[in-house]
């Protein structure tokens, strides 16, 4: 499977920001996809994940009510809309594949897109 994110930018605390991760290469219903991000001196972490099958979804405790994972299966596409961004939200953000069940260990995913820088002004 072969990620490309995109997206990111420049954008004040409150704003809002849409990342794009477009797949190809495998059919994808047994596939599922996980957006993380690491910020600079941190660990990568998980934001969130989305079954291609059925869309099921999971969130960090850090952004849930604020960030909306979700996919549109004609365009082989996940999305990641962030809304009220705040500071600590600034990262590169990637965006993942497995094949199995929830995860939101790094090492639970194959493969990687190559990440898109967030940064949010104060």
């Known amino acids: 499977v072969q990620l490309q994110a995109s997206g990111g930018g420049l954008v004040q605390a409150g704003g809002s920001l849409r990342l794009s991760c477009a797949a190809s290469?495998?059919?994808?219903?047994?596939?599922?996809m996980g957006w993380f991000r690491q910020a600079p001196g941190k660990e990568r972490e998980f934001v969130a994940f989305?079954?291609?099958?059925?869309?099921?979804?999971y969130y960090a405790d850090s952004v849930k009510g604020r960030f909306t994972i979700s996919r549109d299966n004609a365009k082989n596409t996940v999305y990641l809309q962030m809304n009220s961004l705040k500071p600590e939200d600034t990262a590169v953000y990637y965006c993942?594949?497995?094949?199995?069940?929830?995860?939101?260990?790094?090492?639970?995913?194959?493969?990687w897109g190559q990440g898109t820088q967030v940064t949010v002004s104060s």
């Open positions: 993942a594949a497995r094949r199995g069940p929830y995860r939101t260990s790094v090492e639970g995913y194959e493969s």
């Open positions: 290469g495998r059919t994808f219903s047994s596939y599922a």
């Open positions: 989305i079954r291609w099958s059925d869309g099921i979804t």
